[in-house]
Structures are given as C-alpha cells and as structure tokens.
C-alpha cells in the first residue's frame, strides 16, 4: 500500500518558504546536486511551462493578496506519497506513472489549491543497504511531492488538513493506484478483460 506522509522538515512559515519548496520539489536549488533523481514534474493552478521563476511568482502574488504577511502562519503544505518498489514496477512507462500523478495531484486543485508535484525515484547507495539488500539489489520505489500553496486561489480561506483527512487522500490515491494497476496488468494480458467487462479493443 503507498504511503502519504506530511513532510515535517520545516514550519513553511518562512518568506521564502515557496522558493524552497518548489526549488527543492522541482530539483532547481542553486548548484543542484540531485537532478537526476527527477522523474516528472507538473503543476496544476499555476504554469510551470514558464519555468520555475514564474511558479513562485504566481503563488507568492497569490498569497501577497490575500495578505499572508499579516495573517502569519504557514505558507507552504507539503507531502509525499511512497510507492513501493513492487508497485513501482507495476507501471509500464514513465507516462503512465505521470498520468496516475497528474491525477492524484487534482485532488488539491478540485479543493481550490495551486499544486505543484514531481515523481522522485532515488536507488539506495551501498551505504544504506545492508549486504542482504545488496545480494538482492533491492531499490527504492517512488515517491510523489505534493507542494500545495496554503492560499485557496477560490476565496483565500487556508488549507488545513486533520489526521483523518490525509487518510482519507491516502485511501483516495490507493484506490487510484489499484486502478492504474489493474489497466497495466489488462493491458500486459488484454485476455484477461473479460474478467472486468472490458473489451480489448480498449488496450490498443
């Protein structure tokens, strides 16, 4: 089952707390050192195909009018989902485990939210693995970022997320995750499409 975990590596109160968050999510910190590790990267609410720069412009205008500076507080939301190696490997190309975070990440926009998300896959170093792990050559899976602005773009009420809400996103994405699954697995063995009412016409 993937994982969504709140990341708790920083308050996100900061002035520059977008920057760093989206520079870290997109890997585009100065002198970046971890690009590789970058799969894919999307955004939804703000144009990311006018590069970074213009991202966190446009959260930060965001932000600025609906007077963030004197409501204080966060203002960044970040979390990631794990995927294991094993449902890593379910997906047969890079664009179909695009397509499954480009629709996970719609869930923050559907709720009034700027998005940007990018899929990291990062293979263990020798120093992480025991011999073991080694012999087995066992390799991380993928995680997604999810960089939410705290500013709804709708009427610029903040995002607030309980314990029992990230559960529920987490059963929303796992839900997600079987039915990308299923597709790949139909579509490795379209003989197989009886069995969800599928023609397999549907898998050309």
Do not use: W
């Amino acid at each position: 089952m993937a994982l969504l975990l709140i990341a708790n590596n920083g308050s996100y109160t900061n002035p520059d707390a977008i920057d760093n968050v989206l520079r870290y999510v997109t890997r585009t910190r100065k002198c970046e050192k971890r690009e590789n590790e970058l799969v894919y990267c999307n955004s939804l609410g703000v144009m990311l195909s006018l590069g970074i720069d213009h991202c966190i412009y446009e959260m930060e205008q965001l932000q600025r009018f609906y007077s963030i500076n004197n409501r204080g507080g966060r203002r960044m939301f970040h979390e990631t989902l794990e995927l294991t190696e094993q449902e890593t490997s379910c997906f047969d190309s890079i664009a179909s485990l695009s397509k499954f975070a480009d629709s996970c990440a719609y869930i923050y926009y559907q709720m009034g939210f700027q998005v940007v998300y990018a899929v990291h896959f990062v293979p263990y170093s020798d120093e992480d693995m025991t011999i073991l792990q080694r012999q087995q050559k066992v390799r991380r899976g993928v995680h997604i970022h999810f960089a939410v602005n705290i500013i709804s773009f709708l009427d610029g009420r903040k995002f607030h997320s309980t314990g029992s809400a990230r559960i529920q996103r987490e059963r929303y994405f796992n839900r997600l995750l079987n039915c990308y699954l299923s597709i790949q697995t139909l579509k490795k063995d379209p003989a197989k499409s009886y069995m969800y009412g599928m023609e397999e016409e549907f898998f050309v």
